[in-house]
């Protein structure tokens, strides 16, 4: 099964880097499915995290940014590199603890697109700022 990143790549665009959820954004839910699973609930949970996990596909590309979540309800963001004007990482305590944090994108004349508990968020935003100055450079 191909990946919605990989179907929605358009000619001479490349993958620069490609970002994941955190399985430790997802604690509440691994937690709750493991403390329920003697009552069958907990597969539910634990499900529910490996879904949330399985189907969400961040990307930076050459040409601009990809976020896909849901699995049967699907959200995309997808933004230019260009007509991105500011890129944020919040973090609290337990995210710098583990890593993981949300970005906060926020676009020429789009709202900001929050992507909550991404792995590694500095990460992810050295790479897109890379891609961007590569991206304005080429321009």
């Known amino acids: 099964m191909a990946s919605y990143v990989e179907g929605a790549l358009v000619a001479d665009e490349k993958v620069v880097h490609l970002g994941h959820i955190s399985l430790w954004s997802m604690w509440h839910l691994i937690a709750l499915g493991i ?23 961040l990307a930076i590309t050459s040409k601009r940014v990809i976020v896909k979540t849901g699995f049967i309800r699907r959200s995309t ?36 697109a929050p992507i909550a508990g991404i792995s590694d968020p500095i990460e992810f935003r050295k790479a897109f700022i890379g891609a961007q100055d590569r991206a304005l450079a080429a321009a």
């Open 35 to 57: 403390i329920t699973l003697p009552i069958v609930i907990g597969l539910f949970f634990l499900g529910q995290a490996y879904i949330r996990y399985k189907t969400t596909e």
């Open 77 to 112: 963001v997808e933004i230019n590199l260009t007509k991105v004007e500011s890129i944020q990482v919040d973090q609290e305590v337990f995210g710098r603890m583990f890593n993981f944090g949300t970005l906060i994108i926020g676009g020429a004349g789009d709202p900001q």
